[in-house]
């Protein structure tokens, strides 16, 4: 079942994407090389929206999943879970479609990951114990308060636990919008760790078959949207898919038992990036969220790489790096995040003298 929600999610995304891609160019919902010109690395205008495709193709493979089987709710996973997904997924793609038309300030924009938030921690999705890497685990549930009983079952707010989860979706929801800068990079990221993820649900310390389906799913559905998004790109995932990528992959984290390791060896590069670009803006008298072209993506462009190069080899950090998360235990993933951090100093250190190395002119005579 596993394989043929990933096969069914791919070939759904895969036939949908041009459909969409149609419809936003009928709607003139596009990306145009005049804003924010820096940035762009095509010429002519893109259509924008292709997250939606991805949204389509997870939800309907999901809920048939979900209706016509056994194999997803009847566990821990509840159906209460897969509707605030689902609910939380459309704000997103809602409140993208109006960015990619209207060009939300940042103030504007942040209002729709802040509710798919709130919505995915009133179903009740939450963490509410963290592993200690060192031993033990760092308990969250409390303090609690009971606020009301729908249908036999308890309505609770879990102060920290809900604290914790609010901050982590959101993390990841920015991290791969502000990633999504190359053709196929989003799209590839979300793929390998959605396949990390439903791998890690099978294993005997976690047994999740129901993470593992939810996961296959988001891997196919970026996979079959990535054929259309390689470069050169004949549709962009747009705001909505931008954001529904990172939040869906923060949400699986979660659900796998707060696998936040997990999740942050996958988004490792791309989250490091995101904080050292904040740091970069604050530093720099910038706002933090103001866009540059400081990313590590972008720079490895400046320092001479392709795009497919510079998608690639972030690819391969990706996969090396999130499948440690399968081979270690406890300290030893701290061990692996240090090693990361150390991975992207050594990356960007390379790519700036690189790029000075491109810039200074060769010695005449």
Same mark, same amino acid.
């Given at each position: 079942?596993?394989?043929?929600?990933?096969?069914?999610?791919?070939?759904?995304?895969?036939?949908?994407?041009?459909?969409?891609?149609?419809?936003?160019?009928?709607?003139?919902?596009?990306?145009?090389?005049?804003?924010?010109?820096?940035?762009?690395?095509?010429?002519?205008?893109?259509?924008?929206?292709?997250?939606?495709?991805?949204?389509?193709?997870?939800?309907?493979?999901?809920?048939?999943?979900?209706?016509?089987?056994?194999?997803?709710?009847?566990?821990?996973?509840?159906?209460?879970?897969?509707?605030?997904?689902?609910?939380?997924?459309?704000?997103?793609?809602?409140?993208?479609?109006?960015?990619?038309?209207?060009?939300?300030?940042?103030? @504007?924009?942040? &209002?729709?990951?802040? %509710?798919? =938030? #709130?919505?995915? $921690?009133?179903?009740?999705?939450?963490? *509410?114990? +963290?592993?200690?890497?060192?031993?033990?685990?760092?308990?969250?549930?409390?303090?609690?308060?009971?606020?009301?009983?729908?249908?036999?079952?308890?309505? @609770?707010?879990? &102060?920290?636990?809900? %604290?914790? =989860? #609010?901050?982590? $979706?959101?993390?990841?929801?920015?991290? *791969?919008? +502000?990633?999504?800068?190359?053709?196929?990079?989003?799209?590839?990221?979300?793929?390998?760790?959605?396949?990390?993820?439903?791998?890690?649900?099978?294993?005997?310390?976690?047994?999740?078959?129901?993470?593992?389906?939810?996961?296959?799913?988001?891997?196919?559905?970026?996979?079959?949207?990535?054929?259309?998004?390689?470069?050169?790109?004949?549709?962009?995932?747009?705001?909505?898919?931008?954001?529904?990528?990172?939040?869906?992959?923060?949400?699986?984290?979660?659900?796998?038992?707060?696998?936040?390791?997990?999740?942050?060896?996958?988004?490792?590069?791309?989250?490091?990036?995101?904080?050292?670009?904040?740091?970069?803006?604050?530093?720099?008298?910038?706002?933090?969220?103001?866009?540059?072209?400081?990313?590590?993506?972008?720079?490895?462009?400046?320092?001479?790489?392709?795009?497919?190069?510079?998608?690639?080899?972030?690819?391969?950090?990706?996969?090396?790096?999130?499948?440690?998360?399968?081979?270690?235990?406890?300290?030893?993933?701290?061990?692996?995040?240090?090693?990361?951090?150390?991975?992207?100093?050594?990356?960007?250190?390379?790519?700036?003298?690189?790029?000075?190395?491109?810039?200074?002119?060769?010695?005449?005579?």
């Amino acid at each position: 079942m596993i394989y043929f929600a990933g096969i069914a999610a791919f070939v759904l995304a895969a036939g949908l994407t041009p459909m969409v891609r149609r419809w936003a160019l009928r709607r003139q919902v596009v990306d145009n090389a005049n804003i924010a010109p820096e940035r762009k690395i095509h010429p002519l205008p893109i259509p924008l929206g292709g997250g939606t495709a991805i949204f389509l193709a997870f939800t309907l493979v999901s809920w048939a999943i979900a209706l016509l089987t056994p194999n997803l709710f009847g566990g821990f996973f509840l159906p209460k879970y897969l509707i605030g997904i689902t609910i939380a997924g459309a704000v997103l793609m809602f409140g993208g479609y109006l960015d990619d038309r209207f060009h939300f300030t940042a103030k @504007r924009q942040i &209002l729709f990951p802040v %509710l798919a =938030a #709130f919505i995915t $921690i009133a179903v009740g999705i939450g963490v *509410t114990y +963290i592993t200690n890497p060192f031993g033990g685990t760092i308990d969250l549930s409390q303090p609690v308060w009971q606020i009301l009983t729908l249908g036999g079952r308890p309505y @609770r707010i879990v &102060l920290l636990a809900d %604290l914790f =989860a #609010f901050a982590w $979706i959101l993390a990841t929801t920015y991290t *791969t919008k +502000i990633l999504d800068g190359l053709d196929g990079l989003v799209a590839g990221v979300t793929t390998i760790g959605g396949i990390i993820i439903a791998i890690l649900s099978l294993t005997k310390e976690v047994t999740q078959p129901e993470t593992a389906l939810l996961a296959a799913t988001l891997a196919g559905a970026a996979a079959g949207f990535l054929v259309w998004n390689w470069h050169p790109a004949k549709i962009f995932l747009g705001e909505g898919g931008s954001t529904y990528t990172g939040f869906m992959l923060g949400v699986l984290a979660i659900i796998a038992g707060g696998k936040i390791a997990t999740a942050l060896l996958i988004l490792g590069i791309p989250a490091l990036d995101v904080a050292w670009a904040i740091l970069r803006r604050l530093t720099g008298k910038r706002k933090a969220t103001q866009a540059d072209r400081g990313h590590l993506h972008f720079r490895l462009l400046d320092a001479g790489f392709t795009v497919r190069q510079a998608v690639l080899l972030l690819y391969t950090v990706t996969a090396v790096f999130g499948s440690i998360t399968l081979v270690t235990r406890g300290e030893q993933k701290v061990y692996a995040l240090v090693a990361l951090a150390v991975v992207m100093v050594i990356l960007a250190t390379a790519v700036v003298l690189a790029y000075r190395h491109k810039k200074t002119p060769a010695p005449q005579g």
